[in-house]
């Protein structure tokens, strides 16, 4: 192969459509079973009308949805009709477990058998890895703990006391659905910062150097919203006026029925769910030592710095649908030059 693409989000199926064009030999490998990358797997409560807005996949404009409809079946019929009209043929499920150098080219270990390429295009998004911080006495607390990734609704935690741990838009977003079913409790680690900047262009494109200067340094990159701050919607606003919103800073562990505060006070629940973000699914690249000391991996454009083979598309910068378009074709363009190169050499 000349490239291998991991993942079909929108990221890997931006670099396929792009690498298709400029008649690169490649192919398209997901874990998953049908196409719609993560959007498959969000709760079902999250509905077009509070998602923040999808990009196009290329080529194709995503039409204006219905508000009311659950993004999780309205994006993989969207991705399912992209790679439909575009001839992208995804071999799913196929699950990649490792990368290693093998003499010059990378090899790609699957648990469907093993590629070799010139290239890789890693679009693996993090919705594999949601990350969950430890506090002192988790296990033994006798109530459910979830991670965002896994709420299904608000309905299941009716007449229970719920806390919602985490500063970012999921955590507020399930945290206004379960406060209609349920009392609730709002803990964050900063104090949440409120924007009502609408979300234009510019913004968009401050927030996307912020996180791009990190990654270039090789440091771990942010969340979006570490960067733009909660957008007072008015659901927020409402909920900032009846108390739901009101915040409270970390507990210092964790006990058998609830969660205690440094000046002892204690607050029972039935739950906690933890809305305490993702971090990138990048374990099958560890054979190829790509992390910098600061954490990261630091990247020159899409290009991985310490292997020039390896891209990351939908990393840190181009971790949103407009990011993730405009890093597939990036990264095409990037290894259509490099692969001509090392030709005419
Ligand atoms: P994904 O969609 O996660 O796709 C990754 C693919 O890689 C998956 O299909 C998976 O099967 C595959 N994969 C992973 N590991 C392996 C492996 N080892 N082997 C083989 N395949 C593998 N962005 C916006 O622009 N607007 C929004 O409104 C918005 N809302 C969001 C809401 C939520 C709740 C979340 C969590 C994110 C949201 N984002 C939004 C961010 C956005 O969804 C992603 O940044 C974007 O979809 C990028 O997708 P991706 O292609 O990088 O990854």
């Known amino acids: 192969?000349?490239?291998?693409?991991?993942?079909?989000?929108?990221a890997g199926l931006s670099a396929a459509y792009f690498l298709k064009r400029a008649n690169l030999d490649h192919v398209v490998l997901d874990a998953y079973v049908g196409p719609g990358g993560a959007?498959?797997?969000?709760?079902?409560?999250?509905?077009?009308a509070t998602v923040h807005g999808i990009h196009d996949l290329p080529g194709m404009p995503f039409a204006e949805p219905d508000p009311t409809a659950p993004a999780n079946e309205v994006l993989p019929a969207y991705f399912a009709d992209f790679e439909r009209r575009n001839g992208i043929a995804v071999e799913r499920p196929v699950r990649v477990h490792a990368v290693r150098d093998h003499g010059g080219l990378l090899r790609v270990e699957t648990d469907r058998g093993a590629w070799e390429t010139k290239a890789l295009v890693n679009a693996t998004g993090t919705w594999t890895r949601p990350f969950l911080p430890r506090y002192p006495?988790?296990?033994r607390f006798q109530g459910r703990q979830l991670h965002s990734s896994q709420y299904?609704?608000?309905?299941?935690f009716s007449g229970q006391h719920v806390i919602v741990v985490g500063g970012g838009t999921s955590a507020v977003q399930q945290l206004l659905e379960i406060a209609r079913h349920a009392t609730t409790t709002?803990?964050?680690r900063r104090e949440p910062e409120f924007s009502d900047e609408p979300f234009t262009p510019e913004l968009g494109r401050t927030v996307v150097a912020k996180v791009e200067e990190r990654v270039r340094q090789g440091l771990p990159p942010r969340s979006v919203v570490s960067v733009t701050g909660l957008s007072l919607t008015p659901a927020v606003r409402e909920a900032l006026r009846t108390g739901v919103l009101d915040r409270r800073p970390m507990f210092e562990r964790i006990t058998e029925d609830g969660v205690v505060w440094p000046d002892g006070?204690?607050?029972r629940a039935d739950?906690?769910?933890w809305a305490t973000g993702f971090r990138a699914a990048l374990d099958h690249l560890a054979p190829l030592h790509l992390r910098t000391p600061g954490g990261g991996i630091q990247l020159d454009g899409t290009r991985v710095v310490a292997d020039p083979r390896v891209h990351l598309v939908g990393y840190g910068p181009s971790a949103s649908t407009v990011g993730a378009t405009r890093a597939g074709r990036a990264a095409a363009k990037e290894i259509k030059e490099s692969l001509?190169?090392?030709?005419?050499a």
């Open 137 to 139: 006495g988790q296990e």
């Open 39 to 48: 959007w498959r797997h969000r709760w079902p409560t999250l509905r077009m």
């Open 1 to 10: 192969m000349d490239v291998v693409v991991i993942g079909a989000g929108q």
């Open 186 to 188: 709002w803990v964050t």
């Open 265 to 267: 006070t204690h607050q």
């Open 340 to 344: 001509s190169r090392r030709e005419a």
């Open 271 to 273: 739950a906690i769910v």
């Open 152 to 156: 299904r609704g608000p309905e299941e």
